[in-house]
């Protein structure tokens, strides 16, 4: 960590190192500059980066001191400052995968505040809007993994929480449309990627969601 802690503020002359503790990681703070394509600059960020001691397996928390973005769910940011940097399931790929702090600076932090400003340039984000909580882990499901009937995601989901064993060169148990090998066992695969408990987690997220609604009472 401390590296690529030297790395960053190499390159990025406006943060400096705020407290390091190997114990408990590392806090970082400095100016984020915003600007566009012709060089002009459209807003000035001032940032806290926390950085836990499990790095390179984590994703660094991420606050706006400055107050520049109104403090709502709707900009992505709680009371606090926390800033949602992205969608959960593809932080935790980060995270699983491991980061560099640069890159991640570079493909996620400041990427979050450019668009901060496009938003309120445009009214929209640049790249499309994401939800929150259950609803955007449904919407990853059907955006990024290209999963949206409710009934095959929790087969999908069962199999690969139990690690269920399929006979590769069979028809599919799971849809029956294909070889496992050809069909399903990637889609698997993928999902282990986020591991066992937050595919639990999500699994009685599309289980609420395939229960039949209750019935007006008369």
């Not at 790395?7 to 984020?32: M, P, T, V, W």
């Not at 790929?93 to 600076?105: C, E, H, P, V």
């Not at 699994?203 to 008369?218: G, L, R, T, V």
């Amino acid at each position: 960590m401390d590296k690529h802690i030297k790395q960053f503020l190499e390159r990025y002359h406006n943060f400096s190192l705020i407290d390091s503790k190997k114990k408990h990681g590392a806090s970082l703070r400095g100016i984020i500059t915003v600007v566009d394509e012709n060089d002009q600059v459209w807003a000035d960020y001032d940032v806290r980066i926390e950085i836990d001691s499990t790095y390179p397996y984590t994703i660094p928390s991420v606050y706006e001191v400055s107050k520049l973005i109104e403090r709502n769910w709707d900009f992505h940011i709680s009371k606090s400052g926390k800033c949602c940097l992205d969608i959960h399931h593809s932080l935790l790929l980060k995270m699983r995968a491991g980061i560099d702090l640069t890159d991640f600076y570079q493909n996620v932090i400041y990427p979050f505040f450019a668009n901060h400003q496009y938003r309120i340039d445009d009214g929209n984000y640049a790249n499309g809007e994401y939800k929150h909580f259950e609803k955007g882990i449904i919407q990853y499901y059907k955006e990024e993994l290209d999963l949206s009937e409710t009934d095959y995601i929790l087969k999908l989901l069962e199999s690969a929480i139990l690690d269920s064993k399929h006979e590769r060169n069979i028809v599919c148990n799971i849809c029956g449309s294909s070889k496992f090998k050809r069909c399903c066992l990637s889609k698997i695969n993928k999902l282990k990627l986020f591991g066992k408990d937050q595919l639990k987690v999500d699994y009685e997220i599309f289980k609420k969601q395939s229960s039949p609604k209750p019935k007006d009472a008369h």
